[in-house]
């Protein structure tokens, strides 16, 4: 659930109103209510492009017959959602997903990382895993496995490089 577009990892209104248990509406409308914590860099909607891009990329989107594109929030925004969405439930999520984003960074700048430093990481996980309810779990799960086997990404956008 965690997608890479315009060269950062972001994650869908769609999937974070599923965590949230709530309308991705009401999240949305709790976003445009609150419009200034949410800078460009926290925040920004698909172009026609990515949401298609997207679309092609997975069956589920295909069936999302909304009538706007999808924003994308970062890290950043995502730990703004805990000060819009105020419940135990949203604060709750947001921390795992904190955590996940903190483990998941420092994962891909410790390049040479031991067999021993992904096991221990795996174990971190488990934890979690036993701590959470299961959309948590499902999506520590998925996590994990992208640490294992990480996905070779495709760009979505501009190229805005000289090659």
Known sequence: MIYEIRGQ?????????????????????????????????????????????LRSQFATFNTDNR???????????ILMLSSVLNSEKAISINIQIMKIFVRMRHYALSQSATNEQIAELRKLLMLYIEKNDKR????????????????????????????
């Not at 769609?14 to 925040?43: D, Q, T």
């Not at 009538?67 to 925004?77: D, I, L, W």
């Not at 640490?147 to 805005?160: L, W």
């Open 67 to 77: 009538k706007y594109k999808p924003y994308a929030f970062t890290e950043h925004g």
């Open 136 to 163: 948590v779990n499902d999506i520590i799960i998925v996590l994990n496995n992208l640490i294992e086997h990480p996905p070779k990404t495709k760009t979505i956008g501009f190229n805005t490089g000289n090659g």
């Open 9 to 53: 990892k972001v994650m869908l209104d769609r999937e974070l109103a599923a965590l949230y248990e709530v309308e991705i509406k009401r999240l949305n409308e709790s976003v445009k209510r609150n419009i200034k914590r949410f800078p460009s860099e926290f925040m920004f909607q698909l172009t026609d492009k990515e949401w298609e891009n």
